[in-house]
């Protein structure tokens, strides 16, 4: 909703001063088509050449998440947390042996079963049960798994950042690509010059809208957007942190009421449960 909002706006302020301060806005209409075609099939032809299939896939599946409401909110964590804590609660009690089921077949966890959003999350359980199987495994120390742990978060982050690079290339060719459909404009008039100034007018003038609307793609639509995928991605980074962070505390002794404080500590502000908040959610779920 914001995302069009912030569209409408920023669309809306350019076009309607334009016109306010009597601009023709028929020149611009009657030029876009063929402005748009130029300036957009140079672009994207010029990505799909830039970037790898798999770059080109994450993209495409990056704009539609971007487009809606982040799914990390506060609720989110606070069941990640409890499902970790009751995990390690287990692990605690009856002894790492106790949770090898549920690591090697977290589909048939009722542990896992217990809190559908994050249970049902193929990168979390993925994240969650590699680490406890080695936890379980006992052949690593806690400074072995917290070295593997930044790698594979580090591979993540690469991957997510792989969209956000691909379309700050976009909009740094676009205005490039505007210029060129200005310049062929430009051509198209000088082959013309016999004809009456209002003539040529006109067509200068449309010539000048592929510069303007270059611009316009690039700094009011998809640099906006790459920022917002940007966003995204390091949300869903802090998400592995947190699982990072309790797990760690685990394995250093700490019980897992200490373990998840551990991993509270790691998130976002605007989207961290309080101590009370989160004890009582843990409480409510035993």
Request: glycine share 10%.
């Amino acid at each position: 909703m914001f995302v069009i909002i912030g569209y409408v706006v920023c669309l809306g302020c350019i076009f309607g001063v334009y016109i306010v301060h009597g601009g023709n806005i028929s020149v611009i209409l009657k030029a876009l088509p063929f402005e748009i075609i130029t300036i957009l099939g140079g672009a994207l032809g010029a990505f799909v050449v830039n970037n790898q299939p798999k770059v080109i896939k994450a993209t495409m599946a990056a704009i539609p998440m971007a487009l809606k409401g982040s799914k990390y909110t506060k609720e989110r964590y606070m069941e990640l947390m409890a499902m970790l804590y009751d995990i390690l609660q287990k692990a605690r009690k009856e002894g790492l042996m106790a949770i090898e089921k549920d690591v090697e077949a977290p589909h048939e966890s009722e542990i896992f079963k217990k809190y559908p959003t994050v249970g049902s999350d193929h990168h979390v359980i993925e994240f969650t049960t590699d680490y406890l199987r080695m936890m379980v495994s006992g052949n690593l120390n806690s400074h072995e798994i917290e070295a593997l742990m930044d790698s594979e978060i580090d591979t993540h982050h690469q991957e997510a950042h792989a969209p956000v690079a691909a379309l700050a290339r976009l909009a740094g060719a676009l205005p490039a690509f505007g210029i060129v459909a200005a310049v062929l404009g430009v051509v198209n008039t000088m082959g013309s010059v016999g004809q009456p100034p209002s003539v040529l007018g006109g067509m200068i003038g449309s010539a000048l809208v592929g510069t303007f609307l270059g611009i316009l793609l690039a700094y009011g639509v998809v640099e906006p957007l790459g920022g917002l995928v940007e966003q995204k991605t390091e949300d869903a980074a802090k998400e592995l942190l947190c699982i990072k962070s309790t797990l760690l505390a685990s394995m250093q002794g700490y019980n897992p009421a200490t373990a998840i404080e551990f991993g509270r500590k790691v998130l976002f502000s605007n989207v961290r449960p309080s101590f009370s908040e989160l004890e009582g959610h843990v409480k409510g779920k035993k």
